[in-house]
């Protein structure tokens, strides 16, 4: 019998390797509703960060007081080496311990005390670059930099008014000076180290103003406003810790305040800090002028009633100067975020690259103390 012929063998296909499944990258944390409509205003640009997660402006802080604990030893070293290389400047020194007042005699220490507040301003912007990441320049204003035309402009404004309610101030008895003992009141023919102490005037009191500002107008009110959206909060809530960074009686105190309250609103209204630090920056070197040409005392502890008035009024006028330039102006002072869209899969060989445009747009708008 016969067997039929086996049918031919067909190799069998090659079994199907299936590719690795790769994961779809985890969706972006929504943003507020006012970083798409409307835009972020300047209390929120926390939020136009590169990273904007709830703890954010803790650890900022956190490293930025580590910073500053660090350049504060660097500057106690130095005092030490000019204690040692002058013993009367060790004995002069030693009178800060007890009070903090500023001898307009002494440029080393004037200095010294001027930095112990400017080294703030880098402990803060290193700091918020590690943490925060990049778009650093939203510290300053919804610009993404600081806006320097702006900045001469308000400094500008803030000079005029500030010098023009300080010489009316001056004709009133006792305006000037307030309540005072005397300790800052030198005469220019009695003070060795005029020149000198001029020169550390005009160098560091305009980086101590920024400073501040920076502190207290920048970081304090994004912090808050990451947390907190009216403005209200981040303007009003600083003003304690400003006020109580300052040595004066309650009057003196009160006067601080309403430099800080309008201050938070010049900031959040025109989107950046260049009109509070133009306005301290004015204020402070105007109050240090003064007083090297023995027209006041920088240590005073009240200013007066008339110097309060005087003082209120200087800042109510410059506030509605800078209103008024503010809406002449084309600035921008808010900022919408537009992150590019996530695939809802990508593989890991071809990685999506990144929108153009950064995915930001700005949009357009519709008597001296020391502070």
Known sequence: MTLP???PTVPAAPALVSAPAVAAPAAPKPLPVDAIVGGLAFHRLGFARRRRAWWTPLVTGLLAIAFYAVLTVVLGVFMVVA???????????LTLTTEVSFDLTEPLLVALLLLSIVTMLPSYVFASLIVQGGKLGFISSAAGRLRWRWLLLTTAAAAVV??????LSLLLPGGAEGVTDGSGLVAPDDNPALWATLVVLLVLVPLQATAEEYIFRGYLMQAIGRWLRHPAFAILLPVPLFVLGHLYDPLGQLSVGVFAVAAGWLTWRTGGLEA???L?????????LLGLAGLSDVNASSPGWASFVFSTLLVGVYTAVVEWLFRRSRLGRTVIVTPAPTPPYALASAPTAPSPGGGYAAESPSASRIV
Do not use: K, Q
């Not at 204690?83 to 020194?93: C, E, H, I, K, V």
């Open 280 to 288: 301290h920056v004015v204020n402070n070197l105007l109050a240090f």
């Open 276 to 278: 509070a630090i133009a």
């Open 162 to 167: 500030a010098v023009a309610m300080s010489g």
């Open 83 to 93: 204690a040692l290389t002058d013993p009367g400047f060790a004995d002069r020194m």
């Open 5 to 7: 012929p086996e049918p």
